[in-house]
């Protein structure tokens, strides 16, 4: 499952076979919307209709987070009582090689097209 927080500009992937929850600032790449009169706006205006391609993302956990009560309702109410971490992407992690090997997972979900996140264990 993919939670977008729009009022708290966060993103939230459950794993529902690992239980886990990562968390990431808002991913405009499959939710370009800044706030919800604009994602309103673009649903209306047919701009998130699906398309046939496949975007793919590599995310990085970098830190666990206790508080998911912080994080604002929806996410809170997936999250809750769960391990929950912090994602950031893998490009942004200073010193890491795009090839390196790392225990990783995949989450496929569907936005207007198809993601494949891939979350990684450093």
């Not at 830190?63 to 769960?82: F, M, N």
């Not at 010193?95 to 264990?121: D, N, P, W, Y």
């Amino acid at each position: 499952d993919v939670i977008h927080s729009i009022p708290q500009r966060l993103t939230a992937y459950y794993d529902l076979s690992l239980n886990k929850c990562y968390i990431i600032p808002l991913n405009t790449i499959v939710i370009p919307a800044r706030d919800m009169l604009e994602l309103l706006a673009n649903l209306k205006a047919g701009t998130y209709l699906p398309q046939s391609y496949l975007v793919q993302e590599d995310m990085v956990v970098t830190e666990r987070l206790h508080h998911v009560d912080q994080l604002g309702y929806y996410i809170h109410h997936i999250c809750g009582g769960k391990d929950t971490f912090k994602l950031q992407r893998r490009d942004h992690v200073l010193g890491m090689h795009k090839r390196e090997a790392l225990q990783c997972r995949r989450i496929r979900h569907f936005e207007s097209f198809v993601v494949e996140t891939r979350i990684c264990q450093l």
